[in-house]
């Protein structure tokens, strides 16, 4: 790659990336507090030591953006629908997928007693 396309592939990645950040500082951050939705979502956190905190943590992200689009709601700024239906979406994509995660817990445990013999004396 030559030193011009490299210079204008790196303006296009600033360019999308500064893109996205205004428009994620919309639904996450409020004009007082660029890193509220942060700070804000630290008692939704678990410990990430096992794949269903892990997903948790991941959703606790848009749990943080609908509570701050609801407070706005409060305030009389409604958010589009397209932004309830993404984050509400995703909320329930990752309660299905922490779900799948426990019952696969459990199914792993039913497994290992149908394996374990059985001592009789």
């Given at each position: 790659?030559?030193?011009?396309?490299?210079?204008?592939?790196?303006?296009?990645?600033?360019?999308?990336?500064?893109k996205l950040l205004v428009e994620k500082a919309a639904e996450y951050?409020?004009?007082?507090?660029?890193?509220?939705?942060?700070?804000?979502?630290?008692?939704?956190?678990?410990?990430?030591?096992?794949?269903?905190?892990?997903?948790?943590?991941?959703?606790?992200?848009?749990?943080?953006?609908?509570?701050?689009?609801?407070?706005?709601?409060?305030?009389?700024?409604?958010?589009?629908?397209?932004?309830?239906?993404?984050?509400?979406?995703?909320?329930?994509?990752?309660?299905?997928?922490?779900?799948?995660?426990?019952?696969?817990?459990e199914w792993d445990l039913l497994e290992e007693c149908r394996a374990?013999?059985?001592?009789?004396?």
């Amino acid at each position: 790659m030559r030193s011009e396309q490299f210079a204008t592939m790196f303006a296009e990645l600033q360019y999308r990336e500064q893109k996205l950040l205004v428009e994620k500082a919309a639904e996450y951050a409020t004009d007082e507090d660029r890193m509220a939705n942060f700070k804000n979502a630290l008692h939704l956190q678990l410990p990430p030591d096992t794949p269903e905190a892990c997903a948790w943590n991941y959703m606790a992200k848009h749990l943080e953006a609908s509570m701050q689009g609801l407070r706005q709601l409060g305030e009389g700024q409604a958010m589009p629908l397209d932004f309830w239906r993404e984050k509400l979406g995703d909320i329930r994509v990752y309660c299905s997928l922490i779900l799948g995660m426990l019952e696969q817990r459990e199914w792993d445990l039913l497994e290992e007693c149908r394996a374990e013999p059985v001592h009789v004396d």
